[in-house]
């Protein structure tokens, strides 16, 4: 809302959408135009008064003195509107736009040259009930043609009759259209609106003649006169409304003008609803779907509440009314991008941008979804073009601030904030960022920062980050206005205060400036400061310093003063802990907890080191109370879930980690975790999951887009593999890990000249790792000869493996999977063998399997058994899913072997149950229902076994499989 001042000095509340009417004055009665939008927006952001434009006296049609009458007018007549009467806005808006468009395109057709004038007066009723009423008076004796009139009034209620009428209640909404065609200007109107029904309005009034005479109401037994002439009164009112002092003809709005008038519309429709309660909205939004101004303001009311979602479906119902209003769209695009739609919000912004090409805001918000997945080119050229639209906006310069210090582009960050404050020398937020810029290493000025952090306190007295960064010194007493300059001052002014400097040293180790720290502590310590908060300042400082000995000897001194100090035994436990020393560090933590039990972190740090001692049930009981105290804490259900893990109970610490991701779904760290832990599981699908959940957190999570690509690998999608090495390498031109795992993705390629080149890359950089890698790049070639059937080559390929690295048990393991593929038996069974052999510290659940699934297929029952009976047994326990699959399949076809039919129906249930993508389950099920005769059971699962692929059959098996489904088909 604008307040406009009329010349009389009483101010008056105007709203957006009067910008350039004419309105009346309540105190004098007398009008005044209001200026454009535009100017009322200007003067309010300079603060100045908005002045109306006061139009000469309008005498009454009774003094004969009437002032020139506009040739053209649509005025509204009576019945309220709006969502509170007797039809919406929207919808009388919508229908008389159309009345007009009808009139006008009737009296464009006529082509007359005869002058007249011509009123239309439409009411619309109750029950879709309409009364029209054209008349037209001939303004030209000489050329009056009655007939043509005639005609123009025909064609005209033919075409207004044929529009269907919008819904009203409560009484009649009417209006007028007056055009005064070929005629010169005039000062007197020849004919009056609802002349027809002119003595029943003066009787009664208006409302009440108009439902008379469309029989919606019965007559009044008792009438009184009016006091004042109708029409006299309703001309003045029609000069008020209409009247302007004579002025050139304005253009056309622009496309600009436009879209700021709706703008300022939807913010006026905000307003005006603000105080309505949520009730109330309800129930006119009930009476009037189709209004859209109830769909605007019930969206704003959900915004404010924080129900985005609920907001996001206000503004899809308005845009279902305004389809091709860009402030609507760009509205829910932006409650789209708030709630993490962010592909229903680019739909959106686009569309608003392609209506409204010229409207900064939109690409501003359009960036923050292209930063989101990394496409910075977008997102610096969005930001471009609405700097472009709008270079004097400091929020548009502040983000690409952001984005580029995103980007390691420090000192171009530093010059756009600059830019800032050179437009907007009071920008607090362009103060509190360089503020804490100039603390980094990189762009370190202390002065400067001080002097922006101090600027940002004063013009952002509310803003929290910039008193945190200035006022550590007292921020045990939460005096946040003082900051460091204020502890320097002190230490001007009285250099041996000791208390200046031990404060100072605590600031200075909370924004770990851990050397300056220690240096303001022990000038504190030489003038008489030696308090127990002292010398746990210098033992954090000299903690984080890895000068661990001075650390804990501090710690002792703070115990020797306090030794029920529970900060200063957490610090020791700490230290201990990392020095290996762990009966020490039980006890001080133990001590700790007891001092102060709500304190979690020592607790957190007691379940580790039982995890440390090999104890994870005592792990789990601590974490579980840590969660019993603080049940909405992610952390300690994600340490439970280590705890579980290490105890076996798989199921367990998969739930504590479903349990973390709901507490904290914007966590990557808890879903990368737990993507390891599928991927340990060998769940690929599910890990993969979450390391992509984990990098659209946190781009920069390196670790786990590394995670990802080996889970890419294992899942044979080298082309996306790749792509993530590619990244990390350009990142990490060092990383040998990056390097080890591209040249496996290029020889699974078929790539070997790029694998070598990245293999020599990495005998350069890391030479120790050179052997290793090499294994891993023959190994990924291994694996691609086998996809194409090449199994004496793939043998060959693990040979040179053992050849180049005979204590290595890639080598093995290799040739005795082509050899099992190949059913080179014996053979295989003897690679297993020696590989278990070389193993026997850590019984390999894999290998076992391996081995037991070979024995079967040999048909040595027992021997299989043995095998098969550990692999399971040990797969259960360590949670590998897939090893545990295969391996019951092989005791499912080893027990069929020794005709125990029920059984192995029980272990090939479980199997497929586990994996029903696995080929061989199947293939074995069918070979054993064949062999026993049921040919109709084992059709199906042959065919199955041909379809699948998770892992699919070997050549062999794939032939017998055929071989077997011919001789079916041919019986």
Known sequence: MFTVSC????????????????IECESCGKCFNVPSLGEMKRCQQRDEPIQGQPIDSVETAADNQLSEIPTSFYVHFCGEVGSTGRVSTTAIENYSGVVVEAIDAVLNASQSDNGFELMVSLAVLPGATRLLQIETASTDSDKDD????????????????????????????????????????????????????????????????LMRAANLAAPSPETSPQTTSWWNAWVDRLRQLIFQPSAPEEPPPTAEQKFQEIGAWIEYTEELYASTSDAELKRLLRKSPFELALHVAVAARHARNEAFENAIEAYSG???????????????????????????????????????????????????????????????????????WAPREPAFRFRRAEILLYQDHGARAVDELNEILQLDPHNGASHAMLGW???????????????????????????????????????????????????????????????????????????????????????????????????????????????????????????????????????????????????TAMEALTEASRLAPQWTEPREQIALLHRMNENPQAAIEEQSALIEQEPEQPAHYVNRAFAHTQAGNHDDALGDYQRACELDPENEHIFFLRGCFFMDRQEDELALEDFNRTLELSGVYDGARLRRAAVLMRLKRHDQALEDYEKLIEKFPDDPYAYSGRAYAHQMQGDESAAEADIDRLAEIAPESAQEAAIQSLHAKVNRLESEERYDDAIGVAEEIIE???????????????????????????????????????????????????????????????????????????????????????????????????????????????????????????????????????????????????????????????????????S
Request: a negative charge; glycine letters at 6%.
């Open 318 to 388: 308005a845009i279902g009314l305004a389809p091709e209003c860009a402030p609507l769209l760009g509205r829910r695009g932006w409650y789209h991008l708030v709630v993490g739609n962010h592909q229903a919000a680019l739909i959106d912004l686009n569309r608003a941008i392609e209506l409204a090409p010229f409207a900064p805001w939109f690409y501003f918000h359009r960036s923050k979804i292209f930063s989101g997945l990394e496409a910075w080119d977008q997102t610096l050229s969005d930001l471009d073009t609405a700097i472009r």
């Open 437 to 583: 810029l100039y603390q980094q290493d990189e762009h370190r000025d202390e002065p400067r920062a001080l002097e922006h952090l101090t600027r940002a306190i004063d013009v952002m007295p509310g803003a929290v980050a910039p008193r945190l960064h200035r006022s550590m010194l007292f921020t045990s007493q939460n005096k946040f206005a003082l900051a460091l300059d204020d502890c320097d001052k002190a230490i001007e002014i009285e250099a041996d205060e000791g208390q200046s400097h031990a404060l100072r040293g605590r600031i200075l180790q909370m924004q770990s400036e851990f050397e300056e720290a220690i240096d303001a502590c022990n000038r504190a310590i030489e003038l008489g400061v030696d308090t127990p908060a002292v010398f746990l300042t210098r033992g954090f400082s000299y903690a984080a310093t890895d000068r661990r000995d001075l650390a804990l000897a501090d710690c002792h001194a703070v115990l020797e003063l306090d030794p029920e100090n529970p900060i200063a035994l957490h610090l020791l436990g700490s230290l201990s802990l990392q020095q290996g020393e762990l009966e």
């Open 146 to 209: 009655d007939g043509a009139r005639r005609r123009v009034v025909e064609q005209m209620t033919q075409r207004i009759e044929s529009f269907a009428v919008p819904d009203v209640q409560d009484g009649p909404v009417a209006f007028l259209v007056y055009r005064r065609i070929n005629s010169a200007a005039c000062t007197k109107i020849g004919i009056k609106p609802f002349s027809f029904y002119q003595n029943e309005i003066e009787k009664c009034g208006i409302d009440e003649a």
């Open 804 to 970: 180049m690295a005979p204590e290595h048990t890639a080598g093995y393991r290799l040739r005795g999977w082509i050899r099992w593929y190949t059913e080179q038996h014996v053979e295989a069974c003897d690679d297993y063998t020696q590989l278990l052999e070389m193993t026997s510290e850590q019984p390999d659940a894999d290998l076992l399997s391996s081995r037991g699934q070979v024995y079967a297929e040999m048909g040595e029952w027992k021997l299989a058994l043995d095998d098969l009976d550990s692999a399971i047994e040990l797969s259960r326990t360590e949670g590998l899913h897939q090893v545990l699959a295969f391996a019951l399949n092989g005791r499912a076809f080893a027990l069929a072997g020794l005709d125990r039919m029920e059984e192995s129906e029980r272990d090939y249930q479980e199997s497929v149950g586990l994996c029903p993508t696995n080929a061989w389950a199947y293939y074995n099920r069918g070979i054993v229902l064949f062999q026993r005769g049921d040919h109709d059971q084992a059709k199906p699962l042959l065919q199955r076994a041909l379809e699948l692929d998770g892992p699919p059959l070997t050549q062999r098996k794939r032939q017998r499989a055929q071989a077997v489904l011919g001789g079916l088909t041919d």
């Open 7 to 22: 010349h009389c000095g009483q101010r008056v509340q105007v709203r957006p959408s009067k910008a350039g009417a004419t």
